[in-house]
C-alpha cells in the first residue's frame, strides 16, 4: 500500500473557467493577476516582497504548465520539473464556487443541486428566520443581516456589538451565514451555540455553512478575527473519499478546517493551526505520522480569508511565496511509493471587483516519487483528483470522476 498527501491551496484559481461569465466572473483568474502584477512590480510591498512571483519549488512540479493547461501561458518562467511530478488542471462541474462545492467536488462528491443563497438586499436573511435566532437565541437582536466582507464588517459594527450584545450576522454570494461574536464580551462557547442553532434553523434552506467568527480586541482599530473560527457545514450527500479510506482500513488526518468542511464524516484525526505557516507545521506532523494507506488533507485558508477575500494582491504573492519556500519540506519527506497533490477548491482573484469567490479552474501539480510524472490534462471535474487518491490507495472506483494515475504510471 501507499499514503497520499492532497494540500489544498484555498482559492489559488487558475482562471480558464468556461461557464464564469455565469457567476459574473469572465477573466478573473486568481494565478495569472497576481503573477502578471509581480511581474509589473504592482505587487511590491515594503518590507513584505518586490519583483517577480518566486515560487520556484511549485515550479519545478509543473505549476506554470498547469496554468497554462488552464488556459493561461506565460505565469512563469520555464522551469526543469523534478522527477516524478505532473502537471494539469480541472474545471468544476459543481453548482457553485464555494468551498464546500470545491472540496466535497475533489473528494469524489460533486455538488449537483443548488444551494440556498440571500439575496444582496437590506435585509438580507428573512424575517422569519431572524425571529428565530433572536428567540431560540435569547438575543436582542442583531447586528449587519446584508452581504459583507468580514473584516469591514466587524471594524464597523464591533463597538455596537460590544455595547448592545447583538451579533454580528452577514452572509456573501456563497450559501452561507457567518456570525462574529467578540470572545471576551460575547463569549466563545456562547458563540458556538448559537451558531449550532442557527445551523438547525439554516436547515430547511438549504444553506451550506454557518460559520463562527470570533474576535478580539478593544476598539474598530484593533479588532482582529481569531484563530478559534468554527463551520458548521451540512454532511456531504454520499460518501467522500475520506469515508471511503476509512472503510477500507486507512486513517485520514484532517488539517485545516478540512474537519469542518465534511461535518467530521469519515475523519479519523482533526487537526487545527492559525495561519499558514502553523498549519504548513501541522501538516508535515501528520506526514510524519501517516502510514500505508493514510490519507493526509490540508487546506491553507489564509490565501482565501486573509488576502482573496481583502483583495491584497502584495499580500497574496507574500503568501505563495512563503509557502512556496516551505514545500522541500514536505518532499523530502515523500518515499517511493507516496503521492502527493497541490490542488485549489475555487478561486479568490484578489484584482477583482468586490470580496467574494471567483469561478476558475484550478491547478494540479503535484510528486510521485519512482514514477514518471507527466502531464494530465485538463480535467473535466475536480473529481478526478479523488479518484487518482483512491486508485493509488487501492480503493474501488466511486461513483465521480476517473483516476489520471495511468497518465503518470510508467509506459509499457
Given amino acids: 500500500m501507499a499514503r497520499a498527501f492532497l494540500f489544498v491551496l484555498d482559492s489559488f484559481g487558475t482562471g480558464g473557467a468556461p461557464d464564469a461569465a455565469r457567476f459574473g466572473d469572465a477573466g478573473a483568474n486568481t494565478f495569472g493577476h497576481i503573477a502578471r502584477a509581480c511581474a509589473e512590480g504592482r505587487a511590491?510591498?515594503?518590507?513584505?516582497?518586490?519583483?517577480?512571483?518566486?515560487?520556484?519549488?511549485?515550479?519545478?512540479?509543473?505549476?506554470?504548465?498547469?496554468?497554462?493547461?488552464?488556459?493561461?501561458?506565460?505565469?512563469?518562467?520555464?522551469?526543469?520539473?523534478?522527477?516524478?511530478?505532473?502537471?494539469?488542471?480541472?474545471?468544476?462541474?459543481?453548482?457553485?464556487?464555494?468551498?464546500?462545492?470545491?472540496?466535497?467536488?475533489?473528494?469524489?462528491?460533486?455538488?449537483?443541486?443548488?444551494?440556498?443563497?440571500?439575496?444582496?438586499?437590506?435585509?438580507?436573511?428573512?424575517?422569519?428566520?431572524?425571529?428565530?435566532?433572536?428567540?431560540?437565541?435569547?438575543?436582542?437582536?442583531?447586528?449587519?443581516?446584508?452581504?459583507?466582507?468580514?473584516?469591514?464588517?466587524?471594524?464597523?459594527?464591533?463597538?455596537?456589538?460590544?455595547?448592545?450584545?447583538?451579533?454580528?450576522?452577514?452572509?456573501?454570494?456563497?450559501s452561507v451565514i457567518q456570525i462574529a461574536g467578540h470572545e471576551a464580551h460575547f463569549g466563545l462557547e456562547r458563540l458556538y451555540r448559537l451558531c449550532e442553532t442557527v445551523r438547525r434553523l439554516a436547515d430547511p434552506l438549504n444553506i451550506g455553512r454557518v460559520i463562527a467568527r470570533p474576535f478580539t480586541g478593544q476598539s474598530a482599530a484593533t479588532f482582529t478575527r481569531t484563530g478559534n473560527r468554527r463551520d458548521y457545514s451540512v454532511p456531504p450527500p454520499e460518501a467522500t473519499l475520506l469515508d471511503r479510506v476509512v472503510a477500507?482500513?486507512?486513517?485520514?488526518?484532517?488539517?485545516?478546517?478540512?474537519?469542518?468542511?465534511?461535518?467530521?464524516?469519515?475523519?479519523?484525526?482533526?487537526?487545527?493551526?492559525?495561519?499558514?505557516?502553523?498549519?504548513?507545521?501541522?501538516?508535515l506532523s501528520a506526514m510524519d505520522e501517516a502510514g500505508d494507506g493514510d490519507l493526509v488533507f490540508a487546506n491553507f485558508v489564509d490565501f482565501d480569508s486573509e488576502y482573496g477575500h481583502r483583495r491584497d494582491v502584495a499580500g497574496y504573492a507574500a503568501a505563495l511565496e512563503a509557502f512556496d519556500a516551505r514545500m522541500p519540506e514536505a518532499l523530502e519527506r515523500l518515499r517511493e511509493g507516496d503521492l502527493i497533490i497541490l490542488t485549489a477548491d475555487h478561486g479568490n482573484d484578489p484584482t477583482w471587483s468586490g470580496t467574494d469567490h471567483t469561478r476558475e479552474r484550478i491547478p494540479i501539480v503535484g510528486l510521485a516519487p519512482g514514477?514518471?510524472?507527466?502531464?494530465?490534462?485538463?480535467?473535466?471535474?475536480?473529481?478526478?483528483?479523488?479518484?487518482?487518491?483512491?486508485?493509488?490507495?487501492?480503493?474501488?472506483?466511486?461513483r465521480h470522476g476517473s483516476s489520471f494515475l495511468s497518465a503518470i504510471l510508467p509506459h509499457a
Avoid at 509543473?62 to 488542471?89: D, E, K, Q, S
Avoid at 469519515?266 to 504548513?280: E, L, P, V
Fill in 371 to 398: 514514477l514518471p510524472g507527466g502531464d494530465v490534462g485538463l480535467r473535466e471535474t475536480f473529481a478526478d483528483i479523488g479518484e487518482t487518491i483512491a486508485a493509488h490507495l487501492g480503493l474501488p472506483p466511486g
Fill in 248 to 283: 477500507h482500513g486507512g486513517r485520514t488526518f484532517a488539517i485545516g478546517k478540512i474537519g469542518d468542511i465534511f461535518a467530521h464524516r469519515g475523519i479519523t484525526q482533526a487537526r487545527k493551526a492559525h495561519g499558514n505557516m502553523a498549519m504548513f507545521d501541522t501538516a
Fill in 44 to 174: 511590491d510591498a515594503a518590507g513584505l516582497r518586490a519583483g517577480p512571483l518566486a515560487v520556484q519549488n511549485m515550479a519545478s512540479l509543473g505549476l506554470g504548465l498547469a496554468a497554462a493547461t488552464a488556459g493561461t501561458a506565460g505565469t512563469l518562467p520555464p522551469a526543469r520539473l523534478l522527477p516524478g511530478a505532473f502537471h494539469g488542471a480541472a474545471q468544476e462541474v459543481s453548482s457553485g464556487k464555494d468551498t464546500p462545492s470545491g472540496h466535497w467536488e475533489i473528494a469524489g462528491c460533486p455538488v449537483l443541486f443548488d444551494w440556498g443563497y440571500f439575496p444582496d438586499t437590506l435585509p438580507a436573511l428573512p424575517k422569519h428566520l431572524t425571529d428565530a435566532i433572536v428567540t431560540e437565541g435569547e438575543l436582542p437582536g442583531i447586528l449587519g443581516n446584508c452581504h459583507a466582507s468580514g473584516t469591514e464588517i466587524i471594524e464597523r459594527l464591533g463597538e455596537e456589538h460590544v455595547a448592545s450584545g447583538k451579533p454580528i450576522v452577514y452572509t456573501s454570494v456563497d
